[in-house]
């Protein structure tokens, strides 16, 4: 009888075993880094061959500074935002560390497609900004005003750090964010049933993609003039340089 207890407990610990690798291995992939602090290898600027002027890695990070710039790069008429150029990813689990000086604007930008004037102009974009001071330094009036909305000269919530950029904002009561020049976490998962933001360990927004809901957003005027946003479901992910100093690290993704 001790016998045949142990051999059915064994035949179930291996079945069980199976079961848990098979689901691993169905819904989970490794972590990949895309940036691990030593090399560029498979990051270019957008719609060009090579990193744009501007970027370096400095003690281990992705830096753009205005000042690394020499001066026979001004001139450069090429894209300075830049994108993982080696593998398109449809759905995934996106982790990235990242800093932005008083003032600053960027942000994380995915499924993005290359022969467009930009990548904004087709991709969904995580914003990254400084919420405390942008619009002290910047005037947001005019363009603002543009797209209708209200209190033009401050940020819009849809313009706030971790909001899905002109389509979904973050809900500022999760929100705990760094202030600039402290380092944040961030990190989206997609795929095509829902998209999560998070932002240092609290998800702070959740949509589904290609919804009714979703295409009402998309309709209400901010993309009138780019037919192609948000319409592809695979593509680079990528930093948006919007001519501040940038500093990004431990940059990681999976497969979902």
Known sequence: MIKKFKHIFFITFILNFIINCESNKNNKSDWVYLFDGTSTKGWRA???S????GWKIIDGVLTFKTEQILEQDFDYRGSRDIIYGDEMFDNFELYVEWKIPVGGNSGILYHIKEGYDGPQEVAPEYQ???DENYASIHDLTEANK???FENPSQLHPLQKTSSDYA??????????LNPAGQWNNSKIIFTETKA????NGKKVLSFVPWSEEWYEKKNSGKWDNTPDYGKFKSGYIGFQDHGSDLWFRNIKIRKL
């Open 50 to 53: 090579k990193m744009p002027p």
């Open 146 to 148: 543009s797209v209708g």
């Open 128 to 130: 990254l900004i400084d």
């Open 46 to 48: 957008y719609n060009e």
């Open 196 to 199: 999560e933001y998070w932002l």
């Open 167 to 176: 389509m979904y904002a973050a809900d500022p009561k999760l929100k705990d």
